[in-house]
């Protein structure tokens, strides 16, 4: 088959094709319009708050750690503050949605008297959603804490909240030693106390790209392939079609030689102007 | 005066003589007649067929006769659609016998009366005459190879050119008729319409019109 043939059957059955690249194409356009209404969907926001987490040095402490050992400690800590589930917990999600409410004048000072918070109004949903926002990466003792949110204000709130209940609440989360039953003798002795401190505040929200950034190009890709798909289809269709279409097919079918060949009728409109016919 | 109604069949007519349509059928009757013995045979006996039934088919057989009329071909069209006639209304003859009234012998009439003149020169018509009730029957007559032999004498003796019949028929496989036909005439064409007319359907025309002892000279590709 000549390349124009291929053409020509394309042309033919381009009812196909377009019916097909429509229909998908009202399918991912219907997709896209949603995504785009989705808050945080093709963009976010992340705000990154910095800790050092470490050994609070005391001079009531009796043991003969030296700092070596101190910072191979810290270093410990805050990697399994980092790696482990503190962050992403329940708990510490709570207490951070529980720390912007108490921030919230901050909060107002910054992003004006009503910020746009996102899903942080809706208390039902907020608590679980900040504990997926959150991220955490280290070097040695340093906790970059990142927090994701479908709006600036969100973000912002979320890690300056975060970096404050770290600070208040890490020993909750990264006790380096495991109390036994009888907690009085524990505490009895002397020996430091994990501590953070919040070394770089809350960073002004940066785009970052949403959940869903990649879907508009994969709905691109559909359309392409549903193009592709009907191009396909309309071959099928030529291949299923039993009709005659060229003077050759009709040669090869019958083995009769073709005497003639009209054109479609043309319009009356190109025709010369109507004669009065007579009649004999 | 005769002028043709909206829906109603264009002819050659209606176009201009230099136009893409008028010398395509200008091309056809020329490859046609270049296949005629005009030494031994000075009527010309054609019939022109689709498989399946299609409206602009009595259109092409007239367009057809009108090439060769105006190529100065004294040229008989003979419409033997009995189910479909739809000439003589197109060329505005009226309601007169025909066809099927030279069949049946009902009248009296002849084949100098039942021929018709049109409004292009050399051009005479047969129409299908009082629509019979029973079409395909009328075709098996026994007058039919009478009917044809006396337009050829008729056309003897009334031209000293050689002349030309050509005949409309219903499509092959609808009816006998294109078949009955095609025993009687010297040159029967295939008439396909690209994109319609499917390699089944032209294959089971073809098988049944080389059944007859008509000779199945070949297609003519229509909507290419």
Redesign the interface.
């Given at each position: 088959m000549e390349l124009r043939t291929y053409w020509s059957v394309i042309l033919r059955r381009l009812w196909v094709i377009a019916l097909v690249v429509v229909v998908v194409s009202i399918y991912s356009g219907y997709q896209y319009y949603k995504i785009r209404k989705t808050p945080g969907a093709l963009h976010a926001y992340s705000s990154n708050v910095t800790l050092l987490v470490g050994l609070q040095a005391s001079t009531k402490i009796t043991d003969h750690s030296n700092y070596t050992d101190y910072v191979a400690v810290s270093e410990s800590v805050a990697d399994s503050f980092t790696t482990g589930p503190a962050l992403t917990s329940t708990k510490f999600g709570k207490q951070v949605y529980d720390q912007i409410n108490v921030d919230m004048p901050q909060i107002k000072q910054k992003f004006g008297e009503n910020p746009d918070l996102g899903d942080l109004a809706n208390p039902g949903i907020a608590v679980g959603a900040i504990s997926s926002s959150l991220t955490a990466s280290r070097a040695h003792s340093l906790v970059t804490i990142s927090a994701s949110w479908n709006t600036s204000a969100g973000a912002w709130a979320i890690s300056n909240a975060a970096g404050e209940v770290s600070t208040a609440h890490i020993n909750d989360y990264t006790d380096y030693v495991v109390p036994n039953d009888t907690r009085a003798a524990v505490t009895s002795v002397e020996r430091p106390v994990v501590a953070a401190k919040v070394i770089i505040s809350a960073s002004d929200a940066a785009t970052i790209a949403g959940s869903q950034a990649s879907k508009p190009t994969l709905l691109l890709v559909l359309v392409l392939v549903a193009l592709l798909i009907g191009i396909a289809l309309a071959f099928l269709i030529e291949y299923l079609d039993d009709r005659l279409r060229k003077t050759d097919d009709a040669v090869q079918l019958l083995q009769l030689p073709v005497y003639g060949e009209v054109p479609s009728l043309p319009s009356l409109d190109n025709a010369k102007s109507r004669k009065t016919q007579s009649v004999v | 005066?005769?002028?043709?109604a909206q829906g109603q069949m264009?002819l050659l007519?209606?176009?201009?003589p230099d136009?893409?349509?008028s010398l395509?059928?200008q091309?056809?009757?020329a490859?046609?007649s270049f296949t005629w013995n005009r030494e031994h045979t000075k009527q010309q006996t054609v019939l022109l067929a689709t498989p399946t039934p299609y409206p602009?088919q009595a259109a092409?057989a007239a367009n057809v006769a009108i090439t060769a009329a105006q190529s100065g071909v004294p040229t008989i069209l003979v419409d033997a659609d009995l189910h479909t006639p739809t000439l003589e209304q197109r060329?505005?003859?009226g309601k007169n016998s025909g066809l099927s009234d030279l069949l049946t012998h009902k009248t009296q009439a002849s084949i100098e009366t039942t021929l018709c003149?049109?409004?292009v020169p050399n051009l005479r018509l047969l129409p299908v005459g009082n629509t019979p009730q029973q079409a395909t029957s009328l075709l098996f007559s026994k007058q039919l190879p009478t009917v044809v032999a006396g337009l050829r004498t008729f056309l003897a003796e009334t031209e000293r050119e050689p002349a030309l019949i050509v005949f409309n028929s219903a499509a092959v496989l609808a009816s006998t008729d294109a078949i009955l036909l095609s025993d009687l005439v010297q040159q029967t064409?295939?008439t396909?319409i690209?994109?319609?007319?499917?390699?089944?359907q032209?294959?089971k025309a073809?098988e049944q019109l080389q059944h007859t002892h008509g000779t199945?000279?070949?297609?003519?590709?229509?909507?290419?």
């Open positions: - | 005066m005769s002028i043709p264009t007519t209606d176009y201009e136009s893409a349509y395509a059928y091309k056809l009757y490859n046609i602009g092409v060329f505005g003859v003149d049109t409004f064409f295939l396909l690209s994109g319609r007319t499917t390699r089944r032209a294959k073809q199945l000279m070949g297609v003519i590709m229509l909507n290419v």
